[in-house]
């Protein structure tokens, strides 16, 4: 396991057996064999966004989207100080293609979103950063640019610890803790498996003949979690290991909102735990 510089991503990732950190400090953890690998991680003080992308396989229009998402973010969990999530949604399934991505719940989030904005209209593909629509045109281009509503500091403080696969599942574990007391009872945790490199073959509907490509796809989905009255929102979550998993591709993302507006309140990206 490797905590080398490019995976710190604004924050602190270590690698452990149970609760103990090996060699943290020379990048390479030294996990003794047989033992249950566990990765921890921490946010740090910079906020993180979140860029959520609205998509299906089912959508001429979406492809392009799909591309820009993979063309900005590569495979990296973070960039622009953000982190992408793409949600297939379902409501294009019934035009002559089922996108095996897609969710019910992830359409029920994109009504939620469209409902806090007072619409009553959904579509794709959308872009949603920091709880609102955004259009790619309207973000700062460059490597070094930074992508967010504000210039405000993070409310939420994330601590993960993240297990290696079983054959089922993959363990996620962890506190937020809120330290604004008027965010407490709106704020709520999400706890998403994410896979990039996806690639389909589609035969019908309006893409029918194409071959897609897509990263950062959200494969499971956990929460809401919500806050206690100091402001802790702990959770232990197992996330079901989907079809098609391949680690090298794997990301665990935990999200901290502000439910009322949609705003990220911190965000703490990490590759999934390797034994």
Same mark, same amino acid.
């Given at each position: 396991?490797?905590?080398?510089? +490019?995976?710190? %991503?604004?924050?602190?990732?270590?690698?452990?057996?149970?609760?103990?950190? $090996? =060699?943290?400090?020379?990048?390479?953890?030294?996990?003794?064999?047989?033992?249950?690998?566990?990765?921890?991680?921490?946010?740090?003080?910079?906020? $993180?966004?979140?860029?959520?992308?609205?998509? +299906?396989? =089912?959508?001429?229009?979406?492809?392009?989207?799909?591309?820009?998402? +993979?063309?900005?973010?590569? @495979?990296?969990?973070?960039?622009?100080?953000? /982190?992408?999530?793409?949600?297939?949604?379902?409501?294009?399934? #019934? $035009?002559?293609?089922?996108?095996?991505?897609?969710?019910?719940?992830?359409?029920? #989030? !994109?009504?939620?979103?469209?409902?806090?904005?007072?619409?009553?209209?959904?579509?794709?593909? !959308?872009?949603?950063?920091?709880?609102?629509?955004?259009?790619?045109?309207?973000?700062?281009?460059?490597?070094?640019?930074?992508?967010?509503?504000?210039?405000?500091?993070?409310?939420?403080?994330?601590?993960?610890? @993240? =297990?290696?696969?079983?054959?089922?599942?993959?363990?996620?574990?962890?506190?937020?803790?809120?330290?604004?007391?008027?965010?407490?009872?709106?704020?709520?945790?999400?706890?998403?498996? &994410? !896979?990039?490199?996806?690639?389909?073959?589609? @035969?019908?509907?309006?893409?029918?003949?194409? #071959?897609?490509?897509?990263?950062?796809?959200?494969?499971?989905?956990?929460?809401?979690?919500?806050?206690?009255?100091? =402001?802790?929102?702990? %959770?232990? *979550?197992?996330?079901?290991?989907?079809?098609? %998993?391949? $680690?090298?591709?794997?990301? /665990?993302?935990?999200?901290?909102?502000?439910?009322? &507006?949609?705003?990220?309140? !911190?965000?703490?990206?990490?590759? *999934?735990?390797?034994?």
């Amino acid at each position: 396991m490797h905590a080398s510089s +490019s995976s710190v %991503f604004h924050g602190l990732i270590r690698c452990a057996v149970f609760s103990s950190c $090996l =060699g943290a400090s020379a990048g390479i953890a030294a996990v003794p064999a047989g033992s249950p690998a566990v990765c921890h991680a921490e946010s740090g003080h910079d906020r $993180l966004t979140v860029l959520e992308l609205y998509t +299906s396989e =089912g959508c001429s229009s979406c492809p392009p989207a799909d591309r820009w998402l +993979s063309r900005e973010f590569g @495979t990296a969990q973070v960039a622009h100080g953000a /982190v992408p999530l793409a949600f297939h949604v379902d409501y294009w399934n #019934r $035009l002559g293609w089922p996108d095996r991505f897609s969710r019910a719940e992830f359409s029920a #989030r !994109q009504r939620e979103i469209a409902a806090r904005q007072r619409s009553a209209v959904i579509y794709t593909p !959308q872009f949603v950063l920091d709880g609102r629509d955004v259009r790619p045109s309207s973000l700062p281009a460059g490597a070094g640019t930074v992508w967010r509503t504000d210039s405000s500091g993070p409310q939420a403080h994330i601590r993960i610890a @993240t =297990g290696a696969p079983s054959a089922a599942t993959i363990r996620v574990e962890g506190s937020v803790e809120v330290a604004d007391p008027d965010l407490r009872a709106r704020a709520a945790v999400r706890v998403a498996l &994410t !896979q990039s490199a996806l690639e389909s073959q589609v @035969t019908a509907g309006e893409n029918g003949g194409r #071959r897609l490509r897509h990263d950062h796809v959200v494969r499971a989905w956990a929460g809401p979690y919500t806050a206690d009255a100091t =402001g802790r929102i702990d %959770f232990d *979550v197992r996330l079901p290991r989907p079809a098609e %998993f391949r $680690l090298e591709h794997a990301n /665990v993302t935990v999200l901290a909102e502000d439910t009322r &507006t949609g705003r990220t309140l !911190q965000a703490l990206s990490v590759p *999934v735990c390797r034994e």
